[in-house]
């Protein structure tokens, strides 16, 4: 498809974005802490650890990215079978969406 990239760029920051707040979710689950993340237009991410880590805390933080995104979109597809549930989840979503970039997201590109 021709513009296929330009109509999937809008999901790519999004799964980037929840991809980096699962991290964020087991940083502070895990006691390290949530500092901040960074999502780039090239649809990369970073998160930081407001603490220290060790071993055990990096096990379970590093795959959290890879196993939070597709169980948020299980979530997702379960709660919005029906047009309200549809209607609510997309309310959460937004409202989550723009707390995280007020409080955590600390690069340009992702508070735009």
Known sequence: MPYGAFVLYPFK????WIHELSHGIVMVLTG??????EVYPTGSGL???????DRVRRALIAPAGYMGTPLFGAV???VGQT???ARRALGVVGVALG????VVVSNPFARR
């Open 83 to 85: 047009a309200r549930g």
């Open 13 to 16: 920051i999004l799964a980037t």
């Open 32 to 37: 390290a802490g949530f500092d901040r993340m």
């Open 47 to 53: 998160s930081f650890a407001a603490g220290a880590t």
């Open 76 to 78: 997702l597809l379960i």
């Open 99 to 102: 707390v995280c970039a007020l």
